[in-house]
């Protein structure tokens, strides 16, 4: 499979791309699949299996209601955050649910809606749909697996589309004929000294196979604008997160302090990390209250991309649009080598494969805007990994708030600290990017269950929910 930078960088909604954004694309799947071979007429009623992690923490993530809203026809890139409620409502007091938008049937969720405490085989992520007759019988069915990052697979390990996809990979036959093709670090440094090109320039060649040099650019911007709307409203949202743990919003507080004592940043050369502390825990207090971010390279890790590029652009002097551009396609160029060879998925590999993706792929893309070279790009990335190996996914309630999103500034700070030690250096290093990506998937192979997005461990565990 090949992959876009527009696959790791999807505009869609929170709290979490592998519990929330894929079972809403998986459900809409299975609900056109079922227009397209049967008519929606001849359904009774749907019921909807949830397995593994999604049953064990799919409350806490709005996966019910993400399940629901997809069988209703909605999208994540496309629903309007403000509606979701409304729309749930509508179907929990009506008990009645219109199969994408077209043919009403009954829903009652502790009916149609079952959690399954067992695993499907491919991941740990897994769904099946049914669907029935008027007599009671099955008439369709199909498994899908959301794999983190938003990626869902079927049965068959094909990737499934949000059909609000057009050109891309699959669209254009898996992405054959790039003029740049890599899968690994070392083959993406070779391409570099093979042809003088940047990761970010490699990139740009590689996505217009399949759309225009504008497009891109277009698409690029579109990324950043939503990045930064997500920073803009978490810096001026108040009040508690959704869940029984009533947490703080402190984005809003901590913009307010910051912004009115600016003469503070000249006495505390450090008060930079403020801000990058508050970039990305607006963001991620954003996600938590299923508003709209970009998943990068998931949701529950999106606040680490937009806090390091908000740091480039307000507070390196050498920022500008181009180099807006660059950082989120050299970005996407070390999210392609993890998506190839490890995982994503917090279910999969704990959160090495979330914060600790999103962490290399930022200091990458920090060190590439700074002036570094290929070889001190992939040494940034390799750093922005190598120190969250082990790091495991607890959710505290299911719910991503804790630890995700004080994380989610450290894997910023983290990041910057990272494309800095790499831009020191010469590029010369002892683990590669590649070694580092492998021992990230065998440790997250070797991680107990209980530690890979159950809340059955860790924090979880040990903070009392109220
Ligand atoms: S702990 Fe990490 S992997 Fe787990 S839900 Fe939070 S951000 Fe995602």
């Known amino acids: 499979m090949s992959v876009s930078v527009f696959d790791l960088f999807k505009i869609g909604i929170g709290p979490s791309s592998s519990h929330t954004v894929g079972p809403m694309i998986a459900a809409r799947q299975f609900a056109c ?50 509606q979701i409620q409304p729309a749930i409502a509508d179907i929990r007091t009506r008990q009645t649910l219109a199969l994408l938008g077209e043919h009403p049937v009954p829903f009652v969720e502790k009916e149609h809606l079952l959690f399954r405490r067992k695993s499907l085989p491919l991941h ?54 790039l003029p740049h093709p890599f899968r690994t670090g070392a083959e993406l440094l070779a391409q570099c000294q093979a042809t003088g090109l940047t990761p970010a320039q490699l990139m740009a060649a590689n996505e217009q196979h399949w759309r225009s040099s504008a497009e ?132 999969e590999v704990g959160c090495q494969g979330e914060v600790g993706v999103a962490c290399s792929m930022a200091a990458g893309a920090l060190a590439a805007v700074m002036g570094g070279s290929p070889e001190q790009i992939e040494n940034a990335a390799e750093i922005g990994m190598e120190h969250n190996l082990g790091m495991t996914c607890d959710p505290v309630g299911g719910l991503v708030q804790i630890p995700c999103i004080e994380r989610n500034a450290m894997g910023a700070i983290k990041a910057i600290n990272a494309a800095r030690m790499a831009l020191r250096g010469d590029g010369q290093h002892v683990v590669s990017l590649d070694k580092v990506i492998k021992t990230m998937m065998q440790t997250g192979a070797d991680m107990k269950i209980k530690y890979k997005e159950t809340s059955r461990g860790g924090l979880a565990v040990n903070v009392v929910e109220c």
Request: hydrophobic share 45%; with cysteine.
């Open 33 to 82: 699949h079922v227009q397209g071979t049967l008519g929606l007429t001849a359904v009774h009623h749907v019921t909807v299996e949830l397995f593994g992690s999604l049953s064990a923490t799919g409350v806490g993530h709005g996966t019910d209601k993400a399940v629901l809203l997809g069988l209703a026809g909605h999208e994540p890139d496309h629903i309007d955050p403000d």
């Open 216 to 347: 891109v650019r277009r698409q690029l911007m579109a990324i950043w604008k939503t990045m930064a709307g997500a920073v803009q409203r978490g810096c001026a949202s108040t009040g508690t997160l959704p869940g029984p743990m009533h947490v703080r919003r402190r984005a809003a507080e901590l913009h307010h302090k910051l912004s009115s004592a600016p003469e503070a940043a000249l006495r505390d050369p450090l008060s930079m990390l403020d801000w990058v502390n508050l970039y990305a825990m607006a963001v991620n207090e954003e996600n938590a209250a299923g508003g709209r971010v970009v998943t990068a390279p998931t949701n529950g890790a999106a606040g680490v991309i937009p806090a390091v590029l908000h740091y480039y652009v307000n507070f390196l002097p050498s920022a500008n649009e181009d180099g807006i551009a660059t950082f989120l396609l050299t970005a996407g160029a070390i999210g392609i080598i993890y998506k190839e060879n490890a995982s994503l998925s917090g279910a």
């Open 124 to 177: 740990p992520n897994g769904m099946a749909f049914h669907a029935f007759d008027a007599q009671g019988t099955e008439i369709a069915t199909r498994e899908y697996y959301s794999v983190g990052g938003g990626f869902v697979i079927d049965a068959a390990g094909e990737r499934v589309l949000n059909s609000a996809a057009t050109a891309g990979p699959d669209a254009a036959g898996h992405g054959q004929g």
